[in-house]
C-alpha cells in the first residue's frame, strides 16, 4: 500500500497552489484500495495549467508510477501501455525503432493518462485531429473499483465521456495507442512571416491545404494596422532523403534531457511589457530565423529546451487563456478579442494561432473546426475582469475555452459554452453516481 503524504501542488501555470492529499501507486492492484470515496483525482505531469489536476484537501493519485509498456505489435505498430507512462519515455524508446506518437502537444512531459482525459491536440489537427484519433481501446477503473474496457465498439459511450472527460469518469489505467511509422525524427519546415492578422488567416488556410503541421507565432503587442502579425511556420515529416548525409546514419536520433532550467521563481515585476517586448524580438527572430530541417524537439517542442520555465512568470503564476472559435466571420472576431486584449493594461505573452479541423463525437472535447488562439497572462489585478470580458466575445462567437488551460471559467459560462454538457453528465452519473471523481476544475464548472 503506498504511503499518502500531503503536499502543495499546482498546474504548470502555478495558479492556484493547493494542498493535496498525494499517493503514488505502482501497482494496479494498489489502486482499488486508494481509491477515496469522498473524493478522488488521477494526475498524470501536472501539465494542464489551471485546476485540473488538483484535488484541495482530497485525495490526489500520482499515476506516474504506472508506467510500463505493456504490449507492441510491430506489424500495425500498436503500443498497449499503462497510463502513467509519458510521451518523452514512449518517443524515447520507440523513435528509434521507426515509431512515434501520432499527436503530441507542445511538451512531451505528458502522460498518456493526462492526454486522453484532455483529448490533446497538437500543430497537425487539421488533418490528424486529437489523441484520441490514435487510442485504440483503454481500460478504466470505475469508482465501484471495477474495470471496463472502452473502445469505439466496447463502451462507446463511456469511451467518448472519458475521452476530453478531465479525468471524472475514472482512472485510465492502460491504453492502447496507434503509433506512426517514421522514417526519421526530422521534419521540413518553411517560416512565413505575416504582416498582419487578414495575411495570417489567409496564410493559414493556404497553407493548411499543402502540410501536415502549423502553427503561428503572433505578435502579442502589435496594434492597429499590424494587429495580428506573425510568423507561421509549417512542416512535414522528412524522409531519408531529405536529411544531409551527416544527419543520415543517426536519421531516428532522440533528445537528451535538456540541461537548463530556470533555478528559482522571477520577481513578479521581472515580466513587463518591456521585457516581453524584448522577449517577443528573440521569438520572432527564432521562428522566422529556423532552418529548413528541425528536429523534433525544436519542432514540437520548443518550449522544453527550459525546464521549470513557469517560474519566469513569478510567485503569482500565470494563466493560458487558450479559446476556439468558429472559422465562420472568424476573422472579425479574432481582431475584436486581439484588440481588446492589446487596450488592456495585462502584459500577454506567447500567443500561439491555429486552424482547427473537424470535432470528434466526445462531449467535451475542445477542439471544432475553426480558429485557436492561445495567450499567457501573468496574474495580475484585473486579469479576472479581462478573462470574463473575452469569456464574453468568445461565448458570443460561437467559441468555447480548453479546459486544460483554464483557471477562470465559471460553471454559468461552461454550461454555455459546452452544449452537450448534459449528455456528458448523464454518462458520469451512469458510472460515478456519488461523484467520487472530482477536482477543483469540476467542482468550479459544474462537472462534479
Ligand atoms: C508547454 C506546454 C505546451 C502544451 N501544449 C499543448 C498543446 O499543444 N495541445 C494541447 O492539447 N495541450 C497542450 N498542453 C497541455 C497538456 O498537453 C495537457 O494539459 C495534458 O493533459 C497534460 O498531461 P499530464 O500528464 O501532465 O496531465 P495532468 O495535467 O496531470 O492532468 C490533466 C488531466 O488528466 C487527468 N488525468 C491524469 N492522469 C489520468 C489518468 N491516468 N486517468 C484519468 N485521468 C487522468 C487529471 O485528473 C486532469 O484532469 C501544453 C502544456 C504545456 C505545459
Redesign the pocket.
Known amino acids: 500500500m503506498p504511503q499518502a503524504y500531503e503536499a502543495s501542488l499546482a498546474?504548470?501555470g502555478n495558479h492556484p497552489r493547493l494542498r493535496c492529499v498525494v499517493t503514488r501507486p505502482e501497482r494496479r492492484r494498489e489502486l482499488q484500495r486508494v481509491l477515496d470515496a469522498r473524493g478522488t483525482?488521477?494526475?498524470?505531469?501536472?501539465?494542464?495549467?489551471g485546476d485540473?489536476?488538483l484535488n484541495d484537501r482530497g485525495t490526489v493519485i500520482d499515476?506516474t508510477g504506472l508506467d510500463r509498456y505493456l504490449a507492441f505489435d510491430e506489424e500495425r505498430g500498436e503500443l498497449r501501455v499503462e497510463?502513467?507512462a509519458s510521451l518523452r519515455q514512449i518517443i524515447d524508446d520507440f523513435a528509434p525503432r521507426g515509431f512515434f506518437p501520432r499527436i503530441v502537444?507542445?511538451?512531451k512531459?505528458?502522460?498518456v493518462?493526462?492526454?486522453i482525459?484532455?483529448d490533446?491536440?497538437?500543430k497537425a489537427h487539421h488533418v490528424d485531429g486529437c489523441i484520441s484519433e490514435s487510442v485504440v481501446d483503454l481500460d478504466l477503473l470505475l469508482a465501484d473499483g471495477s474495470v471496463r474496457r472502452c473502445s469505439r465498439d466496447e463502451n462507446a459511450e463511456l469511451f467518448w465521456a472519458t475521452v476530453g472527460g478531465?479525468?471524472l469518469t475514472?482512472?485510465?489505467l492502460a491504453a492502447t495507442l496507434r503509433l506512426r511509422r517514421i522514417e526519421t525524427t526530422y521534419f521540413r519546415q518553411k517560416a512565413i512571416r505575416v504582416g498582419n492578422l487578414e495575411e495570417m488567416v489567409a496564410a493559414l488556410d493556404e497553407h493548411d491545404r499543402q502540410h501536415r503541421y502549423s502553427v503561428a507565432w503572433v505578435d502579442p503587442m502589435a496594434k492597429g494596422e499590424r494587429l495580428g502579425r506573425g510568423v507561421l511556420t509549417v512542416g512535414d515529416p522528412a524522409s531519408l532523403e531529405d536529411l544531409p548525409a551527416a544527419k543520415r546514419y543517426k536519421a531516428r536520433a532522440v533528445s537528451p534531457p535538456s540541461p537548463l532550467v530556470v533555478p528559482l521563481e522571477m520577481p513578479s515585476f521581472a515580466l513587463n511589457s518591456t521585457t516581453v517586448r524584448l522577449l517577443d524580438v528573440v521569438i520572432e527572430q527564432m521562428q522566422a530565423g529556423a532552418g529548413a530541417l528541425a528536429h523534433y524537439e525544436k519542432f514540437f517542442f520548443p518550449?522544453d529546451f527550459v525546464g521549470e520555465w513557469w517560474r519566469g512568470y513569478g510567485p503569482k503564476g500565470f494563466i493560458q487563456y487558450q479559446f476556439v472559435i468558429p472559422l465562420d466571420d472568424g476573422l472579425r472576431r479574432m481582431r475584436g478579442i486581439l484588440e481588446r486584449i492589446v487596450a488592456s493594461d495585462q502584459v500577454p505573452f506567447l500567443n500561439v494561432l491555429k486552424k482547427f479541423g473537424k470535432a470528434n463525437p466526445a462531449p467535451l472535447s475542445f477542439p471544432f473546426e475553426g480558429y485557436t488562439l492561445a495567450i499567457d497572462f501573468p496574474v495580475r489585478p484585473g486579469l479576472g475582469e479581462l478573462t470574463r470580458d473575452l469569456d464574453a466575445r468568445v461565448l458570443d462567437a460561437g467559441g468555447r475555452l480548453y479546459l486544460?488551460?483554464d483557471s477562470m471559467m465559471d460553471a454559468a459560462t461552461m454550461a454555455a459554452m459546452y452544449p452537450r454538457l448534459e449528455e456528458w453528465r448523464a454518462v458520469k452519473k451512469s458510472v460515478d453516481p456519488d461523484g467520487v471523481f472530482t477536482?477543483n476544475?469540476a467542482r468550479r464548472v459544474g462537472l462534479a
Open positions: 498546474g504548470w483525482l488521477g494526475r498524470g505531469l501536472g501539465r494542464s495549467y485540473a489536476a499515476m497510463a502513467g502537444p507542445g511538451t512531459f505528458v502522460t493518462g493526462g492526454s482525459a484532455n490533446v491536440h497538437g478531465m479525468g475514472g482512472l485510465v518550449l486544460g488551460k477536482s476544475l
